[in-house]
């Protein structure tokens, strides 16, 4: 019998968004009922099922709350413990559809966690949470800059000015009563998660399975016509750096900055061996402009085809966040046959084997990154299409939507 399968996200278009419709359109390719609910959708897929609520209370308090924030934090503490679905009876579909598995991915201010008791008492069904960033796990944090408050009672959060403190205290007191009771089984995209979730109060007494996020290997995969004849009209004679540009903090785009700049100090003719290449927001533009590189900005690429023709246009993609479970742009890299450079953070661990496929930063440090960098633009092209195979390599044995089936199929039989 046909398994049918529920899955609940904010939306289908963010970076977590995104990430939860390939993972339901992979289970829909192979055999599986499958179904997507949403708050917020784009995609046109029928199965994608948009709820469309809103609550301009909770908005207007969510926005007033944004200045009790220390600075550092305003862009990752979101969960106020407020949640625009509070009861399985407001999701009809349920009903309808009578799920046997249920999948939640991105859901922070969305659904309430108490509906995964209700669902398991009147379904009975396998319940998944598939942990995206660590917010399932704390008091309301997405990104949690290393502090491990959220290991006990979340108390004396550093993201909350005094006004505010017990509210991540109370959210997290009122998810480990939640999941006292809850049968809720744990996914998790890497190591580094898996160990969050092994020091969660949250997660104690929970199966928990490690499940790489999936990318399409026949769309993202070398592909080298593209950098005779691409569509920007790039010139590729230079070795292209791709980043993505972003103004978060967390996402480190100052330091690569500081990076190039060093790598420049250091030896001005290199300057002339690279070409910087972003997609994301403007940024990095406003930071470069007293730096004589060539830099060119895609802005934000909402096709996947297009996304794979910028890997498949690039040498090698940097990676500099600081704190961030993914990216899932290292994992659209490395299956594009790209070597990454990357901080010794979130899925770098899992699919970076230093110098054979890429280099990791074991030290946050923009001279760190430089010297990685530098050691890239001096290797020898042999050297540098033999990094391009294996990442191509690691990509299919570990992310590929046929290994992805094959460990979640293999996850539903225990």
């Given at each position: ?27 829909k ?74 999948i ?5 201010n ?27 796990l ?21 993201a ?34 898996g ?44 070795k ?118 890429g ?27 033999k ?28």
């Amino acid at each position: 019998m046909r398994k049918k399968i529920l899955h609940l996200s904010n939306d289908d278009f963010t970076g977590a968004g995104l990430a939860a419709l390939r993972f339901h359109n992979n289970l829909k390719k192979n055999n599986f009922i499958s179904y997507f609910l949403v708050n917020k959708k784009k995609s046109n897929f029928s199965s994608v099922i948009e709820i469309n609520k809103n609550n301009i209370f909770n908005n207007f308090l969510n926005k007033s709350e944004f200045f009790l924030l220390t600075e550092r934090n305003k862009y990752a503490f979101y969960n106020k413990n407020r949640y625009l679905i509070n009861d399985i009876n407001e999701i009809n579909f349920f009903e309808k559809f009578k799920p046997d598995i249920v999948i939640f991915h991105w859901i922070s201010n969305f659904i309430n966690p108490i509906l995964f008791t209700q669902i398991y008492k009147k379904y009975k069904c396998k319940i998944f949470w598939n942990v995206i960033d660590i917010a399932p796990l704390t008091g309301g944090c997405h990104v949690n800059w290393g502090c491990k408050n959220f290991k006990s009672t979340c108390a004396n959060c550093p993201a909350i000015r005094p006004l505010f403190q017990n509210r991540p205290k109370i959210t997290l007191k009122n998810k480990i009563e939640i999941f006292k009771n809850s049968k809720v089984n744990f996914l998790y995209t890497g190591k580094w998660m898996g160990k969050q979730i092994e020091n969660s109060p949250i997660a104690k007494n929970h199966k928990n399975y490690k499940l790489m996020l999936p990318v399409d290997e026949k769309l993202f995969k070398p592909k080298p016509q593209v950098k005779k004849n691409n569509s920007w009209r790039i010139n590729t004679k230079k070795k292209i750096i791709l980043f993505r540009s972003s103004s978060n903090l967390r996402k480190g785009v100052d330091i690569l900055i500081s990076a190039i700049e060093h790598l420049i100090n250091k030896s001005y003719l290199l300057k002339n061996k690279f070409c910087l290449l972003s997609i994301g927001d403007k940024f990095a533009e406003e930071r470069l402009k007293n730096l004589d590189v060539e830099y060119i900005n895609l802005g934000n690429i909402d096709s996947e085809h297009k996304l794979s023709e910028v890997y498949q246009l690039s040498d090698i993609f940097v990676s500099p966040s600081i704190d961030d479970v993914g990216p899932m742009m290292i994992n659209e890299a490395v299956i594009s046959g790209l070597p990454v450079i990357s901080f010794n953070i979130g899925v770098a661990e899992d699919l970076i084997i230093n110098k054979i496929n890429g280099y990791i930063v074991k030290k946050i440090s923009y001279k760190n990154l430089s010297n990685s960098i530098n050691m890239y633009l001096n290797s020898s092209n042999k050297e540098i299409n033999k990094m391009k195979k294996k990442s191509r390599i690691i990509g299919l044995e570990k992310i590929s939507l046929k290994k992805h089936i094959k460990i979640f199929k293999s996850i539903l039989r225990n």
